[in-house]
Each structure stands twice: as structure tokens, then as C-alpha cells.
């Protein structure tokens, strides 16, 4: 697998844009070398995407197995701030949210389906990138934006997700489970307006 380093340069490049409803995707900006696998076409990279979707709104540990690597590995702070409900643990920042496929089945098995809202899709011989939101559940007040990638592997002619890197806005994502009440800590007014911006020192 390769390292998802080049993705420095992919993003610097310019992509063409095809619209999918109110997804943009982009085309690969740089190809791969001629001994290394197949590489991932826009068509295979919204597959990937979408079987991601399919993991976190309407999860089924046949979909994990068939989706995912048995080597699977899940990084995101943000799940672990979810988990550790803005303290310091037990979830170490850092550390694999999901070490393994066996981890990630456990954890994801365990939570309801998720509204999961892809905005824009980018990818490059053998990794995918999207940028998606939720509104986490029905009557939340806050959307929930947030960047994953995805290195994957191919194996039987297909592209499976291998690693996974997610952050997105936890602090939002804990207001909307009822975790942290901004208006009761008194951060906020009682409409939610938050406090002005401090006065510039300049």
C-alpha cells in the first residue's frame, strides 16, 4: 500500500470537476507507476465512498466484512473526544480509534444509523478523500462537517478500505447528543448566540 503522501501533490494539482448531484468529483492528478496495481478510476473511487456511507448509515457487519481489509485500522480524534465525552479517556488522542476490523465491527455495530451526506469526492490511484456532513439525528441544531480518507487495497478486483482517517467538528457532534449544553454552562445566551469576539488589541 502506498503511502498516502502523495496526496500533498494532488491536491495541488488541478482536477476536473463532474457534478453528481451536489457532489463534486475530481479526477486523479497524477498517475501510477506501471508495476503497481490497477489504479482507481472516479467510478471506483465513488464505490469506495459509497460503501463507507453504507458502514456508517446502515451498517452490517456482512457489509464490514466485504468492504473493508481484515487488517482494517480506524484513526480519528474526534471519534475518540465522542468516546471519552470531552475528557481525557479512556480513549488515548493519537492512538487507533479501531485497531482492528473486529474493533470497528464491535463499536459501529453498537450505534445507530447515521444521516451521512457526501459534499465532495477526490481520489488518487489507491486512496480516497471526502468531505461529508450530518445532522447527526432528527431536531439537531448543529451540522456535523468533516474530512476522511481512505487508503485502500485491492484484492479480487476490487478496491477495499484498508485505513481510515476522519476528523469532523465533535464539538458539534456532543451539543447535538446533549452531552454539552453551551446555554446551561453559560457560554451561550438563551437563543444560543455565543459570546462577541473579544476586542482587537491592534
Not at 445507530?112 to 489507491?126: G, K, M, S, V, Y
Request: charge should be negative; glycine fraction near 8%; charged fraction near 20%.
Amino acid at each position: 500500500m502506498r503511502s498516502f503522501a502523495i496526496l500533498a501533490g494532488f491536491f495541488a494539482a488541478t482536477a476536473l470537476a463532474t457534478p453528481l448531484g451536489l457532489v463534486e468529483r475530481k479526477e486523479q492528478a497524477e498517475p501510477c507507476d506501471d508495476d503497481a496495481p490497477p489504479c482507481m478510476t472516479i467510478d471506483q473511487a465513488t464505490t469506495v465512498a459509497g460503501h463507507f456511507k453504507e458502514l456508517i448509515a446502515d451498517y452490517s457487519d456482512a457489509k464490514a466484512d466485504q468492504y473493508l481489509t481484515v487488517d482494517f485500522t480506524d484513526y480519528s480524534d474526534s471519534v475518540a473526544e465522542l468516546i471519552n465525552s470531552g475528557c481525557t479517556g479512556p480513549q488515548v488522542l493519537g492512538d487507533p480509534t479501531f485497531a482492528s476490523l473486529a474493533a470497528f465491527k464491535a463499536g459501529q455495530g453498537s450505534q445507530p444509523a447515521i444521516p451521512f451526506e457526501i459534499l465532495q469526492l477526490w481520489h488518487t490511484c489507491d486512496t480516497v478523500v471526502i468531505r461529508w456532513r450530518t445532522t447527526v439525528m432528527p431536531g439537531a441544531t448543529q451540522i456535523v462537517t468533516g474530512i476522511i480518507v481512505m487508503e485502500t487495497e485491492y484484492k479480487n478486483g476490487t478496491f477495499l478500505i484498508d485505513t481510515v482517517y476522519s476528523e469532523f467538528n465533535s464539538g458539534a457532534w456532543l451539543v447535538d447528543l446533549g452531552v454539552f449544553d453551551p446555554v446551561a454552562a453559560g457560554i451561550c445566551d438563551a437563543e444560543g448566540n455565543g459570546p462577541p469576539p473579544p476586542a482587537s488589541k491592534l
